[in-house]
């Protein structure tokens, strides 16, 4: 340690703030730290802190997202030799803003056209920017709810809030399988108290949204459900095409 600074480090070595000290110690024995003035002196010190703060939570965020692959890039979201995005709408959705205004985003497309690597690329962005977010294929999504629901209606309901809470939820491979009426229950139920609550929903599906009362269930009674979930995952949204370039 620096003799000029040495209580200073050794009181940010005892607050743990091991980054903060060994830069203060780097800059104080250094020419360029002569050269700075006391409050850019204050900023690259405390940058540094703040630096592995960042790194901590977006691994910590990642970790409590569930997503299993993690290296999808938000740059790789353009079109090329093997699919076509609308660029503009996804450079607009790359800046985040739509999670501030709590608008969904719905990403269809056939199949292996590329709508998994989107919602993991946006997963990670989103823990990078330290919201709270869970990534689940929508099969592990319903059945672990009709599950809960069918033994134990306390942990069923303490479940559907914590999924109703979380600030992005990301559901990839929406409506691929059709359920009964008690799931389409249980969804419409999920979506809504994620819009009362503000909260972010993207999900990835393979069928257009009109035929989203056919694919969900199979239940003709579940109409005024299915209705309920297309009008507050779209309308309070956007509609994200991938097609495979031809």
């Not at 703030?17 to 250094?30: F, K, P, T």
């Not at 205004?101 to 989103?126: H, M, P, Q």
């Not at 069918?150 to 992005?168: E, F, G, P, T």
């Not at 359920?179 to 993207?202: C, F, H, P, V, W």
Request: proline share 2%; hydrophobic share 35%; glycine share 4%.
């Amino acid at each position: 340690m620096a003799k000029n600074s040495h209580d200073i480090e050794q009181m940010l070595e005892e607050l743990d703030l091991g980054e903060m000290s060994s830069r203060l110690d780097e800059l104080i024995r250094s020419p360029e730290g002569m050269d700075l003035t006391p409050l850019q002196l204050l900023r690259e010190v405390v940058s540094v802190q703040h630096l592995k703060y960042s790194n901590e939570q977006f691994k910590r965020n990642l970790k409590l997202s569930r997503l299993v692959r993690q290296d999808a890039l938000l740059e790789n979201l353009k079109s090329g030799p093997h699919r076509v995005y609308n660029d503009n709408l996804v450079s607009q959705l790359r800046t985040l803003e739509f999670i501030a205004d709590r608008k969904n985003v719905t990403v269809i497309g056939e199949s292996n056209v590329g709508k998994t690597y989107f919602l993991r690329a946006f997963c990670v962005e989103a823990c990078r920017h330290n919201y709270r977010t869970r990534f689940i294929d929508y099969i592990e999504l319903m059945d672990e709810l009709l599950i809960k629901r069918r033994k134990d209606l306390s942990a069923y309901n303490r479940r559907l809030k914590y999924y109703s809470r979380i600030q992005v939820l990301i559901i990839d491979d929406f409506a691929i399988e059709r359920y009964d009426s008690e799931a389409t229950i249980i969804l419409y139920s999920l979506i809504k108290n994620r819009e009362i609550q503000g909260r972010t929903t993207m999900v990835s599906t393979q069928y257009s949204p009109a035929d989203w009362n056919v694919s969900l269930s199979g239940d003709s009674n579940t109409g005024a459900q299915a209705d309920g979930i297309r009008s507050r995952l779209i309308e309070n949204g956007y509609l994200v095409f991938i097609e495979k370039a031809k």
